[in-house]
């Protein structure tokens, strides 16, 4: 806690020639942090991959708040988009506009959000490329165009979402989880390696966000809504490098501490059996479901063909 009141956070300068970039920005947190980060004065770079959703997105923005906007529609389960972002930032260099915020937001999680064995994960081979090129690819090859540039003015902040999945395994969603280990381990090395440098770049852990990848869960004490969860977060920025952010799931994070410890001290994994039950519950939840649809499909289908 004393972090967060005592340290002083992320000198925002949003102005007319400062700019953030987004990733996967037309919806939940990413769409929120495009919003609040205007709200600071930034220009926005904004990247996604449906052109529709990225034009309205770009009006609602520049309608209310004072800043520009600029969109790149991109898909990142491609490697061939990076050289498109690459020629964008040369422009913004071109005319001495500066990058000064960059959000790794973009994800995905599994095929309808629900979590499944690896091996009935439909189209498997051409899945996994998708959700290790948007999954890590993205952030990766995103942090080699503009650390350099930040490194050479001495000020910048990257924001990369990870997730509590990446604080234990989560055996259902193998890939995501997996993918976002790798997200949390990348910033935090390069936190150390720059901090130094000017440059703040900061892992963010949350459990549940109320967006599509949660299935619009309901809003709570411990699910925030995007707009809350990226309020709480801004204002982790140069106070914490790894954070949950939001106050009631800072506490999930001690739990897993928690559990991680007896884990060790008893040598079993009670974590990845508490997980995997609590997945499994919802795996056969959802599949029950998707039965009884299917079943409560052909019934009416029958009905019909009986009643023609
Ligand atoms: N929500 C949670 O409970 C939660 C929890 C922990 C961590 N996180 C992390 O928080 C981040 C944001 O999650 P969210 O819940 O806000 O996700 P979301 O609501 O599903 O939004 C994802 C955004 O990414 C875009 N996108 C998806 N695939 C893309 C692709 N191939 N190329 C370009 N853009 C693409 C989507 O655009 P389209 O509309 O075109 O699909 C959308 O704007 C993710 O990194 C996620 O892992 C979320």
Redesign the pocket.
């Known amino acids: 806690m004393w972090r967060i009141w005592c340290r002083r956070g992320f000198e925002w300068r949003g102005g007319p020639h400062t700019w953030a970039v987004v990733?996967?920005?037309?919806?939940?947190?990413?769409?929120e942090y495009a919003r609040q980060l205007a709200s600071k004065g930034y220009n926005l770079l904004l990247v996604?991959?449906?052109p529709n959703?990225l034009a309205k997105v770009r009006h609602e923005i520049e309608s209310t708040y004072r800043c520009r906007c600029r969109v790149l529609a991109?898909?990142?389960?491609r490697t061939d988009v990076y050289d498109i972002i690459e020629k964008e930032f040369k422009r913004l260099e071109e005319m001495d506009e500066e990058i000064h915020v960059l959000v790794n937001?973009?994800?995905?999680c599994y095929p309808k959000e629900r979590p499944q064995y690896f091996t009935e994960i439909p189209n498997l081979s051409q899945f996994i490329e998708s959700i290790i090129n948007?999954n890590i690819n993205a952030c990766t090859r995103l942090m080699a165009l503009v650390l350099p540039r930040m490194v050479a003015k001495g000020r910048g902040a990257i924001i990369n979402?990870s997730?509590?999945s990446a604080l234990y395994p989560t055996p259902l969603l193998a890939i995501y989880s997996a993918t976002?280990v790798y997200i949390d381990y990348f910033t935090r090395c390069l936190h150390q390696e720059y901090k130094s440098k000017g440059v703040v770049i900061q892992s963010l852990i949350?459990?549940?966000?109320s967006?599509?990848?949660?299935h619009n869960m309901e809003p709570g004490m411990f699910v925030p809504t995007?707009h809350d969860f990226v309020n709480h977060a801004l204002k982790t920025v140069g106070r914490e490098s790894r954070t949950a952010a939001y106050f009631s799931q800072r506490i999930f994070v001690y739990h897993y501490y928690f559990y991680g410890f007896w884990s060790q001290a008893l040598g079993i994994d009670l974590c990845i059996h508490i997980t995997y039950s609590r997945m499994k519950s919802i795996y056969n939840r959802i599949t029950r479901d998707i039965k009884h649809e299917i079943i409560g499909s052909k019934d009416s289908e029958s009905t019909r063909i009986n009643l023609d």
């Not at 967006?211 to 949660?214: F, L, R």
């Open positions: 990733t996967g920005c037309t919806d939940g947190i990413g769409l996604s991959r449906n959703k991109l898909d990142f389960s937001n973009v994800s995905i948007v979402l997730s509590m976002k949350p459990a549940y966000v967006t599509n990848m949660s995007p």
